[in-house]
């Protein structure tokens, strides 16, 4: 992938163009295609108008050198700071450009002035239905280089949380790549400092709790722990490595992580009720949708609050009822109150619901009608990326470390901090489960038992 082989544009020269399908509707006109890192390719696109993402997918992988084996990969995506969306074989381009507007109204609730000023660009980057384990059997350097390069950012940018024995060796990886993994560890430490430790690790881990505001010196002895740290996992990366095994040792790290390869949709979920006036409000969420299930991220905190694969949930979408109200998508899945076995549902609010339901929906039914064995491959790296293996009965100790060890992990679910609806089905009836409420705010009660009763009005309104 060499610059003339493939005519790259200059991030800084081309940033005031990110409009990458121009209104023009001359027979020939320009296009530019973002690759992730602001990168760009350009090509010359005769009937701009009407040409579909199938036709621009075989012009952008013939100056990238992809082959038709891995161009499964990758696919089209129309990118702004408001809204993702990507974009099907059939989709023209410069359409759906013209219609942006109108989405950001249906899909957002941005104010007015930002979707007047709101530009898309067209990107080429991962495709959501690529499974992992073709990932894994890439063998092209140039395509390995491509999802390392998105894997990373969204490392760096907090879009993936991680703890911190994988964001430490990813950061041990990105060095080796970036600087060849034989340097000793001055040189190494002198090189990190020059390209600056945010470049290798998430920021939030590198200015620590206070951000910004935390103090300089509390940050500097922060950093010196974070290098000495990153020298030491990059002392045990193999000197003889080449950088297609170094790209594939990343992406697999990354694929421990079950959002890995997700689109990321906006939302809100019930803040549990609070205080003794029970004040409750919402929180933004993250919802991500891979093929093997959804998660649901707190991203100010920067851990998951809810993990279910396919097989673990139910959800329907609805819409608004009155105006005012909002589309919920409804996440139902198995759990727990008291001792008692129930079902709980999920509200997840978002304009965004109609998109997660249709393509939770069709992540489904790929999953439903694939090859047998891929199913079982992707079953598997979920199951491996989500549960905790099993423990040889060595000891007592052991077992509780790794239990208390997984509990701290933000990759684990957090139930008991969601606000859901409980509810059980005796076959006859479904009754919801409610606490019963002090008969005091100012004595000291025991803790709430459950009873059941029966719902006369709808859940929704629970």
């Not at 907090?158 to 060796?169: F, G, K, Q, T, V």
């Not at 300089?216 to 193999?238: D, I, M, V, W």
């Amino acid at each position: 992938m060499d610059g003339d082989e493939c005519e790259f544009s200059d991030p800084e020269l081309s940033r005031s163009h990110r409009g990458s399908v121009a209104s023009s509707v001359s027979r020939t006109q320009d296009v530019l295609v973002y690759l992730v890192g602001d990168s760009a390719v350009h090509l010359c696109v005769e009937g701009v108008v009407s040409v579909c993402v199938q036709e621009l997918g075989r012009l952008v992988r013939q100056p990238l050198n992809i082959t038709d084996c891995d161009q499964d990969a990758f696919a089209f995506w129309l990118c702004s700071p408001l809204l993702e969306l990507q974009l099907k074989p059939k989709h023209q381009p410069y359409k759906l450009c013209r219609q942006w507007q109108d989405l950001l109204y249906r899909f957002t609730d941005a104010s007015t002035e930002d979707i007047s000023v709101d530009e898309p660009c067209l990107q080429y980057k991962r495709n959501v239905f690529y499974p992992k384990a073709k990932e894994l059997q890439v063998e092209d350097e140039g395509v390995l280089k491509l999802l390392y390069e998105e894997a990373r950012l969204n490392i760096l940018e907090n879009r993936y949380p991680c703890d911190p024995e994988h964001w430490i060796r990813l950061g041990a990886l990105s060095c080796a790549i970036e600087f060849g993994s034989g340097l000793d560890d001055y040189k190494l430490i002198v090189a990190v400092r020059e390209k600056k430790l945010t470049s290798f690790l998430p920021a939030h881990v590198v200015l620590g709790p206070g951000g910004f505001f935390s103090s300089l010196r509390a940050r500097g002895s922060r950093q010196g722990e974070l290098e000495q740290r990153l020298l030491k996992e990059y002392r045990t990366l193999s000197s003889t490595q080449g950088s297609a095994a170094l790209f594939r040792q990343y992406l697999s790290t990354c694929h421990k992580l079950p959002y890995y390869g997700c689109a990321f949709f906006a939302g809100e979920i019930d803040k549990p009720a609070q205080g003794i006036l029970h004040r409750g409000g919402r929180k933004s969420v993250s919802v991500g949708i891979s093929l093997e299930g959804v998660y649901v991220m707190d991203m100010k905190e920067k851990h998951v609050l809810l993990g279910l694969r396919f097989s673990e949930l139910s959800w329907d979408h609805s819409y608004p009822e009155t105006e005012g109200d909002s589309h919920i998508l409804w996440l139902e899945f198995d759990g727990e109150e008291d001792g008692t076995p129930v079902n709980k549902l999920l509200k997840i609010y978002s304009k965004q619901a109609e998109l997660m339901n249709g393509l939770i929906e069709f992540c489904v039914e790929l999953r439903s009608v694939g090859n047998a064995a891929v199913a079982a491959d992707m079953d598997g790296d979920a199951t491996a990326s989500q549960e905790p293996a099993e423990h040889t009965p060595s000891s007592q100790t052991q077992e509780r470390r790794s239990r208390l060890r997984r509990q701290s992990s933000v990759m684990c679910s957090r139930i008991h901090t969601l606000n859901t609806i409980s509810y059980v089905d005796d076959g006859k009836e479904i009754k919801r489960l409610k606490p019963k409420r002090a008969t005091s705010f100012f004595t000291r009660q025991a803790p709430p038992t459950y009873s059941t009763v029966q719902v006369t009005d709808s859940l929704e309104q629970g």
